[in-house]
């Protein structure tokens, strides 16, 4: 919606302008109009709670949250309190950016179902969210408590210890979550809401030191793969790849001193 009056504005322009119009017929010209909020029929009265539900998962699958928020609340008058459901318009409301409704979602979710792992998790990226991180991180450790098998819950506690500047606690989650899942840096968990980190240099610090954890596991193209993306964030303390021991087997490899040898230049923020 915060784009509609610049496209607006836009459209305005080349409308006014005679040399903009002559380029194209009227059968060529584009109506710019405001972003479309509902892409779906909404639910019908006879549609079961499940029905509903999966309904909802493929509207959110597609980013058409505002249509997958209706679904989950219209299930949910067939089956109040289901924690999962909460969890879900929880999942819908962050997706539009609704922050306040999302942790009375999942707050809702977790007081329905003391024991479902997603609720906390999810709450735990609410707080991260409102730079909240030690509320975030003792909701990702109740997640942890009830389910240690979630990579994606790891990775979250990771960046709250990150943003605390508390990297060694971050490198022991990461490392967590690395050894439960090799794959868990290069996408974004399925289950729950992954947390991200905005900071540049934290970024940067980040990539660096998934780099040392993939070099570990013997990973070379992803430790090699990391360590570029550290030097385009502009990490400060990539000369510590010569010394650290964890590297010294990427050393070794010519691929290493390839990569050192065209320093990647910093990408501008």
Do not use: C, H
Not at 164 to 181: I, S
Not at 244 to 258: G, I, N, S, W, Y
């Amino acid at each position: 919606m915060r784009a509609w009056p610049l496209l607006r504005m836009l459209a305005l322009v080349a409308l006014a302008s005679p040399s903009l119009m002559a380029q194209v017929s009227p059968a060529d010209q584009v109506q710019i109009g405001p972003p479309a909020l509902r892409r779906a029929e909404p639910p019908t009265a006879s549609a079961s709670a499940e029905e509903l539900e999966k309904r909802g998962d493929d509207l959110r699958a597609d980013k058409a949250y505002l249509d997958a928020l209706d679904y989950y609340r219209a299930a949910l008058k067939r089956k109040p309190n289901d924690a999962v459901l909460l969890n879900k318009s929880g999942i819908a409301e962050i997706g539009l950016l609704r922050w306040k409704e999302a942790r009375k979602s999942f707050e809702r979710a977790i007081k329905a179902n003391r024991n479902y792992p997603e609720a906390y998790n999810n709450l735990g990226v609410i707080r991260y969210l409102d730079k909240k991180y030690d509320k975030a991180i003792t909701q990702y450790e109740k997640a942890i408590k009830l389910r240690s098998d979630a990579a994606s819950y790891f990775s979250n506690l990771g960046a709250a210890y990150f943003a605390k500047k508390e990297f060694e606690k971050a490198d022991v989650a990461y490392r967590q979550a690395l050894q439960l899942d090799p794959d868990i840096f290069e996408r974004v968990s399925r289950s729950g809401v992954a947390a991200q980190l905005s900071s540049p240099e934290d970024r940067a610090r980040f990539d660096y030191v998934i780099a040392k954890l993939y070099a570990q596991i013997g990973n070379m193209d992803r430790s090699l793969e990391y360590l570029r993306r550290a030097m385009e964030e502009g990490y400060k303390g990539i000369d510590d790849v010569y010394k650290d021991a964890e590297f010294a087997a990427v050393r070794k490899d010519p691929r290493f001193t390839e990569l050192m040898a065209a320093r990647p230049p910093a990408i501008p923020q």
